[in-house]
């Protein structure tokens, strides 16, 4: 079983920046991170989609959180700047087996979770 462990979470004020990361404890495929605001569903935030470092992103962090992924270390990154208090939740990381995609569902298909690390945006 692959386990996935994040790192990087903490607190900031509006419009600051924050780096996540998370290391596999195996190989893995496609990674991503979802996000989880206490009394909400967990929401897909943004994903490597393709080998070829295609990403998607949920219209509410486009242009602000950017996601890069190093497939030799197993390691993904989130970039999160320009933060709002909205942005804050509990982060998770995610990643599949191998690279599936259905740009209609971008977030399903994720085998693997991490335990999720805490952001807080003060404002």
């Known amino acids: 079983q692959v386990q996935l462990v994040e790192s990087g979470g903490g607190s900031v004020q509006t419009g600051g920046s924050l780096k996540l990361s998370c290391t596999a404890s195996g190989n893995t495929g496609c990674m991503g991170w979802f996000r989880q605001i206490p009394g909400k569903e967990r929401e897909g935030v943004a994903r490597?989609?393709?080998?070829?470092?295609?990403?998607w992103y949920i219209d509410s962090v486009k242009g602000r959180f950017y996601i890069s992924q190093e497939y030799a270390k197993n390691t993904v990154y989130l970039e999160m700047n320009n933060l709002k208090p909205e942005d804050t939740a509990t982060y998770f990381c995610?990643?599949?087996?191998?690279?599936?995609?259905?740009?209609?569902?971008?977030?399903?298909?994720?085998?693997?979770w991490g335990q999720g690390t805490q952001v807080t945006v003060s404002s």
């Open positions: 995610v990643a599949q087996r191998g690279c599936d995609f259905d740009w209609r569902r971008p977030f399903v298909g994720f085998d693997y």
């Open positions: 490597m989609y393709s080998f070829r470092n295609n990403t």
